[in-house]
């Protein structure tokens, strides 16, 4: 069974700095898709970023990039000049079905 | 523009009372999914359907049921709702053409009184 393991319950960040949310992953798969969701506070859950395990690249949505280590299966968000909108609970999951327990990141002005 | 839509938003209903909660979807999506999300908790995934295959999560309770009439629509029904089942419950909905990306609904949020 695939587990997904986000270790940092909370974070917070200065407007215009930059963060990282970390993920880790189990699997015995060799292809299979990451996603980062963004679920605001009463709003419902949006798709951030996606990375197909095939790509070498690592993927990148305007101020959100990964850093995808396949074979330390490890899956990192870095959002770079934070945005006081960027405040939610951000959930990585393996393959969409499933997630990790989520990260609640705030940020500050 | 195309969704996922839930309804109700928030449901009340009482202790082992049956209650049925309706998603439905305009983006023609083959694959449906219902999660059980409690606060401050990652989303759990009860069942889902490709198409109208049922798949069956091994620990969801035989006390969730699921029924997809057609393409759009999918229920999920609580045969009798204990006051562990209160929650926010997401429906979401998926295409193998769209690379899995799942898009949700608003969610409706249950209270057992």
């Known amino acids: 069974a695939q587990t997904v393991t986000q270790s940092q319950p909370e974070m917070s960040v200065q407007e215009a700095e930059t963060v990282t949310l970390s993920c880790t992953y189990d699997?015995?798969?060799?292809?299979?898709?990451l996603f980062w969701y963004k679920q605001p506070p009463s709003r419902q859950m949006i798709l951030v970023i996606r990375?197909?395990?095939?790509?070498?690249q690592n993927a990148t949505e305007n101020r959100f990039s990964v850093n995808f280590q396949k074979a330390a299966k490890s899956f990192s968000l870095k959002i770079s000049d934070s945005q006081l909108g960027d405040t939610a609970m951000y959930f990585c999951?393996?393959?969409?079905?499933?997630f990790g327990a989520g990260t609640r990141l705030t940020v500050k002005p | 523009d195309a969704m996922v839509i839930q309804n109700p938003r928030y449901q009340v209903t009482q202790f082992g009372k049956p209650v049925t909660l309706s998603c439905s979807q305009t983006?023609?999506?083959?694959?449906m999914y219902w999660y059980q999300q409690k606060s401050s908790q990652a989303p759990k995934l009860l069942f889902h359907?490709?198409?109208?295959?049922?798949?069956n999560e091994a620990d969801t309770p035989d006390n969730f049921q699921s029924r997809r009439p057609n393409t759009s629509f999918c229920f999920l029904d609580i045969r009798s709702p204990g006051l562990g089942d209160a929650a926010m419950y997401l429906c979401?909905?998926?295409?193998?053409?769209?690379?899995?990306?799942?898009?949700f609904g608003p969610g409706t949020r249950l209270l057992v009184l």
């Open positions: 699997t015995s798969e060799n292809n299979y898709y």
């Open positions: 983006l023609n999506h083959n694959v």
């Open positions: 990375q197909e395990a095939y790509k070498q």
């Open positions: 979401a909905t998926s295409s193998p053409h769209q690379q899995e990306t799942q898009y």
């Open positions: 999951a393996f393959n969409d079905m499933r």
């Open positions: 359907y490709y198409d109208k295959d049922f798949n």
